[in-house]
């Protein structure tokens, strides 16, 4: 994983508009502590699966991408979006929620990594993508205490839920580049969760909407509701 561009371009006043007067977690995740060193804010979901920090799942060289090895998987075709219209919307049991444009998350720190995607229908492919770590998203829109879930809404209808530790994992990303190039529609333009520690039906092309929440709805995703597990780790 290698930090490929900094966020020069985002100006402190527009970060600090995003993030509230509230601020505690900078965009790159490191707690801020008040002048006695305590953590400026009561411990609560989100601060200690930040303070867990997982480790990194091992990642593969660029030399072994296997393009032709990516199966496109969608259940009802490709939503048609327009990219310079879309907005990304973050809701729910957050301080600030926010609606963002791809010219705001393109401003963010890109990450690349190079991982397995695994389809539950017998295929799995190297992947190279390329994108923001939701962990960021999450804390400019600071999720409260409460916040124990992510919901994620798709142009063409399927829905997802995720524990919010996986959601904060250091490669979960929102992606907008695939193997180098821009994310193509089909595989989920102009945004799609990019993960090496969930199976591929969590991974939710086309996201237009990130909420997050206290508890699971009885709606937890497309294909658990249709028996297929939850967790879906790998
Ligand atoms: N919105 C949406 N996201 C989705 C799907 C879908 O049908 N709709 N299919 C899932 C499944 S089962 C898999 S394996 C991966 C496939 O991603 P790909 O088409 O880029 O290979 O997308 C996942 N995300
Ligand atoms: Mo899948």
Known sequence: ???????????R?????WAGAGLLVN?????????VGRLSMPANEWLQALLLSPQPTPEFPISTIEPEQLIINSYRGTPSIDPTRFQLKI????????SLKMTDIQQMPLTSMVIRQVCVEGWAAIVQWGGVRLRD???????????KYV????????????DLASVIH????????????????ENGAPLRLASPIKLGYKQSKWVTEVIVTSQLLPKRGYWEDLGYEWFAGL
């Open 13 to 17: 006043r527009q970060l600090l508009q």
């Open 1 to 11: 994983m290698s930090e490929i561009s900094k966020p020069e371009n985002i100006s």
């Open 151 to 162: 919901y994620f809404q798709s142009a063409d209808g399927y829905y997802e839920s995720w």
């Open 170 to 185: 250091p490669q979960t990303l929102l992606a907008y580049q695939m193997n180098g190039k821009d994310l193509p529609k």
């Open 91 to 98: 809701s729910g049991t957050v301080a600030n929620p926010l």
């Open 27 to 35: 965009v790159a995740g490191t707690l801020l502590y008040d002048p």
């Open 137 to 147: 998203l999450l804390t400019l829109a600071q999720p409260l205490p409460t916040a």
